[in-house]
């Protein structure tokens, strides 16, 4: 399939295309003395339970002194994971990292103790504490934040017992990820080549996007016969994820799951509704393009299996590193000088892990703390993807900067609704220039193409999920069994319903429920729907050329956690409350839509 490469190992990795974590720490005897520091102050945290009700300005200095815990700690979390990533097979680098979760988790359970309390305070105390202390101001969000989910907290014993009881709720998860990662074994297939190889997720994800029918038909075949022989297993994990979500839902005294989901980060369940409707007017709009996607691969049937291939020849765009910074910096020119500066302060403070070595960890990620850059883990290839995941990854480290640069620290993070939207406003951006960069046709073909399928992966494929979600959780509230043979017969009519006509919706789709994790982590995917369609419109108002539309945007990268989610995205100029945000987004589809349809009828 591909050249096997012989990898760097860590130390033969050019230094310039390794990230510094110096700035964090020194070496690893900094490292050593801030952990054995944070270590004493953990364990004195427990001094401060019962304390913080005694005046407003009690209740000020307790959750300072946990914040100045915190802070460091943050820190030495940061440190440890990114060496742990840079050489996950390095001794030394686990130990560290194994020590440094170890902290973390007393720390947690050494302030267990803060949100009971802190919800015992009776709200008239609260709101008089607020008002009349000054230096409990810059805490009331954070405060209201804990203190909005009141109602639906239990008393500390009713609290303390569930917690008991956490590893036992989430035993249908653990069991499920066990199978799906480690004891599911899949058939030997044969890939592109002709060459026997062993499936795995990983191998299928590849050959799925082979241009070989038969290799991504075999391939399909064998994973889903695996999947159909552990159906009632894998339909009872689901299940008892899903009653778990129903339990928890419903003695924390909320309507239902997916108002508990997301409550947490306090977003209407009308945002969920107006996504699950919208799409659902638009479906024509993905019937037409997986039939464009049957005429371009002249295949007299489309299957669910010739859904990845791609249809459009690889392009002759290659980008070193170095060519890449300089697109990035072109495409992201629209968001301004001040921008562009922190962006090239990224690369030239060697905020960047870029080339692959033996052991380090795969994929890519931005991740930083209040006190540290955020860096970014790349895997360079001299490709477009590259330049994509430069851009995506660059976006969620700005939003990192911006609001760590702009807000004290208890608002210095961001929820996972508003995450997506800054680095997939980047992608937008670039997708942009890229398209009136180019005038070549294969280029442009391809460019429209990965618009396309990226916009067919998150906002359809992630609103089917969502709604198959909400779908069985309300089915077990009502009492309905969640057997295999129901979820697959719901999973296929809604397969049917989204992708239309013109693909065959083989009889193996109904148990692609059985395979993916997502069903797992509570009301999440619609997130990714969301916060692609509000790119889309973000986007749009920064290449307006309206500098308050800009700011706006720059605003919200700097908002942090100072005000509620929907409010930030509000302010930076989305109601997601409405449907105006995702009904541009279709529009927008459909724009390219048309364009990538002329462009391959000349082609
Ligand atoms: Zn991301």
């Known amino acids: 399939m591909s050249d096997i490469k012989q990898l760097p190992t860590r130390d033969q990795v050019d230094s310039k295309l390794t990230w510094d974590l110096t700035p964090i720490f020194k070496d690893d005897e900094a490292f050593n003395a801030a952990f ?23 209740l000020v200095s307790v959750i300072e ?15 440890a994971s990114l060496k742990h990533d840079q050489d996950t097979a390095n001794s030394e680098n686990q130990a560290l990292s194994g020590r ?19 919800l015992a ?18 805490y009331e969000h954070y405060l209201r934040t804990i203190t909005d989910g009141r109602e639906h907290v239990l008393t500390p014993a009713a609290e303390k017992l569930l917690a008991q009881a956490g590893d036992a709720l989430g035993a249908s998860s653990n069991t499920f990820g ?153 495409a992201l020119a629209v968001l301004g000088s001040d921008y562009l500066s922190h962006v090239q302060e990224a690369f030239d403070s060697r905020w960047i892990d870029v080339v692959e070595n033996k052991g380090k960890r795969s994929g890519a990620y931005s991740s930083g703390m209040y006190d540290t850059a955020p860096y970014i883990l790349l895997n360079w290839q001299d490709n477009l993807e590259s330049l994509f995941t430069l851009v995506h990854e660059m976006g969620h480290s700005m939003h990192s900067y911006y609001t760590t640069h702009n807000q004290p620290y208890q608002y210095g993070d961001y929820s996972i609704f508003v995450a997506e939207i800054a680095s997939t406003t980047n992608e937008t951006l670039l997708t942009d220039y890229l398209l009136n960069q180019y005038s070549d046709k294969q280029i442009q073909a391809f460019i429209l193409n990965h618009y396309l399928d990226g916009f067919k992966g998150t906002v359809f494929r992630q609103t089917q999920f969502a709604e198959f979600e ?28 989204y992708y239309g006509e013109a693909v065959i919706s083989d009889p193996e789709i109904a148990d692609e429920w059985a395979r993916i994790p997502h069903f797992y982590y509570n009301y999440y995917v619609y997130q990714y ?75």
Request: negative net charge; without cysteine.
């Open 100 to 118: 440094t979760q170890s902290m973390l988790t007393k720390l947690e359970s050494n302030i267990a103790w803060f949100e009971p309390e802190l």
């Open 36 to 58: 054995d520091r944070v270590s004493k102050e953990i364990d004195a945290l427990p001094k401060l339970e019962g304390k913080l009700a005694e005046s407003a300005k009690k």
């Open 178 to 330: 066990v199978l799906n990662d480690a004891d599911l074994e899949f058939p030997v297939v044969e890939d592109d080549d002709g060459v026997t190889v062993q499936l795995t997720q990983g191998v299928y994800d590849q050959l799925i996007q082979s241009t070989q029918p038969e290799v991504r038909k075999m391939a399909f075949k064998q994973l889903y016969a695996v999947y159909h022989q552990f159906r009632h297993t894998l339909a009872a994990t689901l299940s008892g994820n899903v009653k778990t979500h129903n339990f928890e839902a419903s003695v924390h005294h909320y309507q239902n799951a997916r108002q508990a989901a997301m409550s947490s980060n306090h977003i209407p369940v009308s945002v969920f509704d107006s996504l699950v409707t919208s799409v659902n007017d638009h479906l024509p709009l993905l019937h037409r393009y997986v039939a464009l996607r049957k005429r371009i691969l002249k295949l007299k049937e489309l299957h669910m299996y010739d859904l990845y291939t791609p249809i459009t020849g690889e392009p002759k765009l290659s980008y070193t590193f170095e060519e890449a910074k300089a697109e990035a910096l072109k």
């Open 470 to 497: 909400h779908f069985i959780h309300e089915q077990d509230a009502a009492g309905q069994p969640l057997t295999a043979e129901f979820l697959s017969k719901f999973y296929l009519d809604l397969n049917k319903k």
């Open 121 to 138: 305070v009776k709200p008239s105390t609260l709101d008089q504490w607020i008002e009349t202390e000054p230096s409990l101001k810059p």
């Open 65 to 79: 002194s946990i914040m100045t815990t915190i802070r460091p700690a943050e820190k030495l979390y940061v440190f």
């Open 529 to 603: 729907a969301t916060g692609f369609a509000a790119a889309n419109t973000l986007a749009q108002r920064i290449t307006s050329g309206d500098t308050a539309k800009r700011d706006a945007y720059l605003d919200y990268l700097k908002s942090g956690s100072s005000d509620y989610p929907i409010n930030v995205m509000q302010k930076a100029g989305v109601d997601m409350t409405q449907t105006t945000y995702l009904d541009q987004a279709f529009a927008e589809f459909e724009k390219r839509l048309d364009q990538f349809e002329t462009l391959a009828e000349t082609m």
